[in-house]
């Protein structure tokens, strides 16, 4: 993965991305903040503290090689993915809940992130042979991650019918080209796709269902309404592989790092599928007797 591909072309992906993200969020959405307050501060509590604690612990039992533990760490530093907007809908979600959770998410995480890397790397490999997440590295996590989101939100603003008719083209446009760019990585690493996914897939397995359970259970035990709860869990739930595996590629230069989050992804769509089938008859019964 460490190519053109992932150097280049994977971190232009991720802007598009983002900037699909920005195109549809005006500053109202993290007012929403306000709306949903229980449930918005147990989601990032859950994603922000617990999950590393979770992934930490996770790490440990398994015994991973002290790269891959970096890996999943990173993993589960990173917010959540764009992909949990569409599987909320999918399954009776909150939608804009998941919209305000990614927004505040993708801030959050220009300052938590470093910090569970720069600890991580610090404990699993003594900060040694690893480029660690410096100051120059978070201004690069933040222009990853927060300027696209920025500069759609700002056309947004500024051009609303423009930005409205633009969100399907960039959002089409950005999947095609992830795919694409993943496609090539797998192809290009198919050789080692198979030893990839015996070492890390059953932490990636077990990561996510955790993440997906504890999205949607906290919330419920916290006395959080169902379609807020599947919102929850398919924010906590879904991470952003692809924003990890940029990090592990571009600025921690290491292909080994991103092996966790490349195995994740792949796995990531069909867990939370049958999670959100799992919990979607539910989510309607309540819904409909509203």
């Known amino acids: 993965m460490d190519s053109v591909l992932t150097q280049v072309l994977l971190p232009v992906a991720l802007g598009i991305v983002m900037l699909g993200l920005g195109l549809g969020l005006v ?25 590393p604690l979770v992934c930490f612990g996770l790490v440990l039992a398994l015994d991973l090689p002290p790269v891959l533990a970096v890996g999943m760490m990173l993993l589960a530093a990173s917010p959540g993915g764009t992909t949990a907007n569409l599987y909320s809908h999918l399954f009776g979600g909150n939608v804009a809940l998941n919209v305000t959770l990614t927004a505040v998410n993708s801030v959050l995480a220009v300052f938590t992130l470093p910090i569970v890397v720069n600890l991580s790397l610090a404990h699993f490999l003594d900060g040694s042979g690893q480029v660690g997440l410096q100051f120059d590295k978070v201004l690069q996590v933040f222009a ?147």
Not at 152 to 158: F, I, K, N, P, Q
């Open 144 to 290: 990853i991650v927060l300027v696209p989101v920025a500069l759609g939100m700002l056309v947004r603003s500024r051009w609303r019918p423009f930005a409205e008719r633009m969100q399907r083209p960039v959002r089409i446009l950005s999947v095609a080209v992830l795919v694409l760019v993943i496609a090539g990585a797998i192809i290009q690493e198919r050789d080692t796709l198979a030893e990839s996914f015996a070492d890390a897939g059953v932490a990636a397995l077990l990561f996510n269902l955790v993440s997906l359970a504890v999205g949607y259970l906290a919330p419920r035990l916290a006395g959080v309404a169902r379609p807020e709860a599947v919102a929850a869990a398919m924010e906590v739930g879904i991470h952003n592989g692809t924003l990890a595996i940029v990090i592990a590629t571009t600025l921690l230069n290491s292909t080994e790092i991103a092996v966790p989050a490349a195995v994740y992804s792949l796995i990531m769509f069909g867990t939370a599928a049958g999670f959100g089938f799992l919990i979607r008859p539910r989510t309607r019964a309540v819904t409909g007797s509203r």
């Open 27 to 51: 500053v109202a959405d993290f007012r929403r903040v306000v709306v949903f307050p229980r449930a918005v501060l147990i989601a990032l509590a859950c994603q922000v503290v617990l999950l």
